[in-house]
């Protein structure tokens, strides 16, 4: 079974700050995608960055960037210099067959 | 390009009343997908399609139909609506050659009360 893991439902940062997310993930694949999805008040999903399981370079988006230990099974994501427009619900997900699994989300507030 | 379009954003239903939720999308993607996401929840997969005329039951499809006709569209059919039922609904696609490397693209929801 695929399964999707998010450890923290909450989480506070202040802005300007550094904040970290988790993630893990159990497959037995060897080459697979991972992403991060941001979900502000709006409700809107929006991808915030995506990482190729082959690739051993974390991958990188502006403040956005993953820390992948693949033999660990963990994704997470971390913010630096935050902003309050980081407000939202962050969610980790994992495709693999026809579906996408996601993680239940870490709700983060930006304290101005 | 418009991109993925649901519709309509707000619904209050009765209970035993049906209706149909629209999904468009303009990218030629071939997956589509329905999922709701209760309050302060994850998203849970519903319904999803790899192209048109085909489809196939996600995590929690019972109360709900759906059909693929055409590659634009995904409309989702809820017969006989149950409180239980109440939830935003959010329409995807994407497109998923062999790599799988393609996110999903999501529409703007549809926030859903049956009362």
């Known amino acids: 079974a695929q399964t999707v893991t998010q450890s923290q439902p909450e989480m506070s940062v202040q802005e300007a700050e550094t904040v970290t997310l988790s993630c893990t993930y159990d497959t037995s694949e060897s080459n697979y995608y991972l992403f991060w999805y941001k979900q502000p008040p709006s409700r809107q999903m929006i991808l915030v960055i995506r990482q190729e399981a082959y690739k051993q370079q974390n991958a990188t988006e502006n403040r956005f960037s993953v820390n992948f230990q693949k033999a660990a099974k963990s994704f997470s994501l971390k913010i630096s210099d935050s902003q309050l427009g980081d407000t939202a619900m962050y969610f980790c997900a994992f495709p693999t067959g026809n579906q996408f699994y996601f993680g239940t989300g870490t709700s983060l507030t930006v304290i101005p | 390009n418009a991109g993925v379009t649901q519709t309509p954003k707000f619904r209050i239903l009765k209970i035993g009343q049906s209706m149909t939720l629209q999904c468009a999308q303009d990218?030629?993607?071939?997956?589509m997908y329905w999922y709701r996401q209760d309050p302060g929840m994850g998203l849970k997969l519903i319904y999803y399609s790899v192209g048109a005329g085909i489809t196939d039951k996600g995590e929690v499809p019972n109360g709900y139909n759906v059909s693929r006709s055409t590659t634009e569209d995904f409309p989702l059919r809820l017969e006989l609506a149950a409180p239980s039922q109440t939830s935003v609904y959010f329409c995807?696609?994407?497109?998923?050659?062999?790599?799988?490397?393609?996110?999903?693209?999501f529409g703007p929801g549809t926030r859903l009360t049956v009362t």
């Open positions: 990218m030629n993607h071939n997956y």
């Open positions: 995807a696609s994407s497109y998923r050659g062999t790599s799988g490397r393609n996110e999903q693209y």
